[in-house]
């Protein structure tokens, strides 16, 4: 069995997200990062690896979430196809 020490917590948001992506913060992790599209978005956000576009990437709707197992924060990429000042809020360890 493998434990990790958890000794921090990464927390923030990715705002300002509209037609061009916007990349994660770099931020080392190690167990996983969970983000979720706060209700105050007026549109869908789209999260995938860098290149992302609206067609080959994850949706979330307003209010919803995702959690991933990944190693680095910066690996993410976020985008809108809406000219809305959408935003992405994480939590991570």
């Known amino acids: 069995m493998n434990i990790h020490t958890v000794n921090r917590i990464y927390s923030g948001t990715v705002s300002g997200i509209q037609y061009q992506p916007v990349q994660f913060p770099n931020i080392e992790l190690i167990n996983n990062i969970t983000v979720v ?27 919803a979430g995702i959690s991933l197992s990944l190693d680095q924060a910066s690996i993410l990429w976020c985008i809108s196809p809406s000219g809305y000042n959408n935003s992405i809020s994480y939590i991570g360890n």
Do not use: E, K, R
């Open 37 to 63: 599209a706060p209700s105050s978005n007026l549109s869908i956000v789209y999260i995938g690896a860098s290149g992302l576009t609206v067609a080959n990437s994850f949706p979330l709707v307003t209010n």
